[in-house]
């Protein structure tokens, strides 16, 4: 149980000054049974405070630890939480909104990889949000990353909910472990494919579809004319979407099993070929900083790093904001040690000494 006597305080107006503060320091508090002050909640976005999805992660949190949540309102800019011991079982969570399913995952995820057993998350909201990891980056991307540092989970996409409606419905099997695996990622290795899904649901055409594929495509073979490409092309069936939405996701893969993404949704005056080239550039620009992981699973492993029983080594692009943030917070939270080496102007080294966390429910 937690020391209620000792509450950890943060500013979460610090760096990148948005929800990741607050998700990263809600899961922290709930593995090490910490209590935590949480102020200025968002204070770096336009509309500070909690929104519903932030509200929504950290009653689930609140829920697997059995912990107290007090200033637990939409558009509170201060919360207190205390944690309780986590339990495995069976958890819902409904934005109600179309708030990132994938920010809620990171930050329940985490926390129950600590449970007593196997449990089960159903979270319903955006499934492919703004600002915000698309489903299907989670599922390619980041759990195959993932388990490579033992954090094992099962990904079932029920439904997908796109903007202003969401709907989408996501189940997640989280399997627990002892402790982290530290990672050595360092050997980018070469280019060897890439995939991807380019999707149109509710009214639009096909024809978006298979517009935005072929841009992406021809920008990838602009730069690198001998790798294959192989694009998937969907019109997302009535009942397996809710809402009109565009959008494509693309995923290269290197020889030493590194997997880096680029992505994009549509937008209402946005041409469907603006919207292929812009996930290809951005997969091109990871691909070319020659790292073994891509900008959003930079900032996503700090926290995997910091639990770890031992010294994780990762070769990174340039060191983002979110990844400044998450840093920040597991230092102020935990006694991992984290630095991080300048390679060349596109690459860093970030190396952590974790803390070993052990699972005593297992």
């Known amino acids: ?45 336009s509309n500070p405070g909690l929104r519903p999805q932030h509200l929504t992660g950290l009653k689930i949190i609140q829920e697997l630890c059995g912990g107290k949540l007090s200033g637990g309102q939409v558009g509170s800019t201060e919360i207190t939480f205390t944690p309780g011991d986590i339990q495995a079982g069976s958890f819902v969570a409904d934005t109600k909104t179309a708030g990132s399913v994938c920010l809620l ?14 449990s089960e998350l159903t979270l319903l909201g955006g499934t492919n949000a703004e600002m915000a990891p698309q489903i299907d980056y989670t599922d390619w991307v980041f759990k195959p990353l993932a388990g490579k540092f033992g954090m094992k989970f099962d990904c079932d996409i029920i439904r997908r909910g796109y903007y202003p409606k969401g709907g989408g419905e996501v189940k997640i099997t989280m399997y627990p472990v002892k402790s982290v695996t530290p990672l050595t990622r360092t050997d980018p290795g070469k280019l060897v494919k890439v995939v991807g ?61 590194c997997l880096l993404s680029g992505s994009a949704l549509g ?45 994780s080594r990762i070769l990174t692009g340039p060191i983002t904001l979110h990844t400044e943030t998450a840093i920040h917070v597991a230092k102020l939270m935990t006694t991992a040690k984290f630095g991080i080496e300048k390679v060349s102007d596109s690459l860093n080294m970030i190396e952590c000494e974790g803390i070993g966390l052990q699972n005593k429910q297992m």
Do not use: W
């Open 197 to 257: 899904r380019s999707f149109v649901a509710g009214v639009l055409p096909i024809k978006i579809s298979k517009a935005m594929s072929e841009s992406a495509k021809y920008a990838i073979k602009k730069q690198f004319d001998n790798v294959p490409v192989e694009i998937q092309v969907v019109k997302e069936p009535d009942a397996a979407a809710v809402g009109t939405g565009s959008g494509i996701i693309l995923m290269a893969e290197t020889s030493t099993g």
């Open 267 to 311: 937008k209402r005056g946005v041409p469907a070929e603006e919207v292929g080239k812009t996930a290809a550039n951005m997969l091109i620009t990871n691909i070319m900083h020659g790292a073994c992981v891509d900008d959003h699973a930079q900032d996503q492993i700090i926290l995997l790093m910091a639990l770890a029983q031992g010294k």
């Open 105 to 118: 995952m990171q930050a329940a995820m985490p926390c129950l990889l600590f449970g007593s057993g196997t």
């Open 1 to 45: 149980m937690a020391d209620s006597e000792v509450i950890t305080e943060i500013d979460g107006a610090l760096l990148e000054g948005g929800g990741q503060i607050l998700r990263n320091a809600a899961a922290l508090s709930c593995l090490l049974g910490k209590a935590i002050t949480v102020k200025n909640i968002r204070a770096g976005r």
